[in-house]
């Protein structure tokens, strides 16, 4: 389910120009990576990205930027409207050609990959969160979350029953066969979210998914992310504005015009 509807989530509308990154700020490039050892190992990274480089013609957007996600860690990305933050999950899910550098996913090297390649590895290593849910209009609920086990081809019977079990691990097992029309925001937001982790991905990219709620609606549905993504063992790069979701990742970063960095909103809280 990432591929598809990304793209239709970018705003049109932007916002401050990234500047090139004349000059670097003073943050060692080991800042941006874990320093908890519970994340830390000899284990592949969930995600690693290596000086990576990403213009729109001629609006630089990302100029050498180097990230390493451990697995099951979760990581907040916050940054100003248009500084790059959803290009960044885009280059880590394969939607966009890097211009330079290198993005690992585990052991696959995404940067590599052609368009349909990364397709294929997103069906299985990815679990995308989007701010406004993409649900399927004609598909209950359980089908909506049956979707990415179908497409990784398990069968109609069993994806359905697996839906249905990861709806109810959110707390929407009496709702599998409601339409997305019938339900709340925050209750399609959790069935999107089912549908992200239903095929157990070691990811979870999560693109500001609780913009569309209300701010109770958004800390149960942010607690859950934390929660569920927790269970399966999956790291999480979620993209944020608000410092408050962020509390539930280990480790906050904020891109801006000078790179990736540290978020130091709160520097009791980052943990860098
Ligand atoms: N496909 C594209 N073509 C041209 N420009 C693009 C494209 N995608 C993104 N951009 C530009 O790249 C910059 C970064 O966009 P991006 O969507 O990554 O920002 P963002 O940090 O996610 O912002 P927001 O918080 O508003 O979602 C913006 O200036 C945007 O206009
Ligand atoms: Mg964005």
Known sequence: ????????LRRPTCIPRPRASVSRPAIALSALHSQDPSHTGSTTPAVELIDVHKAFGD????????????????VALLGESGSGKSTLLNLIAGLEPVDAGTVRVGDTTVSMLDADQAALFRRTAIGFVFQAFHLL??????????????????SAHAALEQAIAMLARVGLGARARAWPRELSGGEQQRVALARALVHRPSLVLADEPTGNLDPSTAAAALALIGEMTEAGGAALVLVTHSAQAAAIAHRRLRLGPHGLGVDDGDAADARA
């Not at 389910?1 to 239709?8: E, F, I, N, P, V």
């Not at 390493?68 to 860690?73: C, L, Q």
């Not at 209009?137 to 398990?154: C, E, K, S, W």
């Open 1 to 8: 389910m990432a591929g598809a509807a990304c793209g239709s």
């Open 137 to 154: 209009p004609h598909l209950d609920a359980a089908r909506n979350v049956a979707v990415p086990l179908l497409l990784a081809g398990v």
């Open 59 to 74: 609006r630089r957007v990302l100029a050498g930027v180097s990230m390493r996600v451990e697995r099951g860690e979760r």
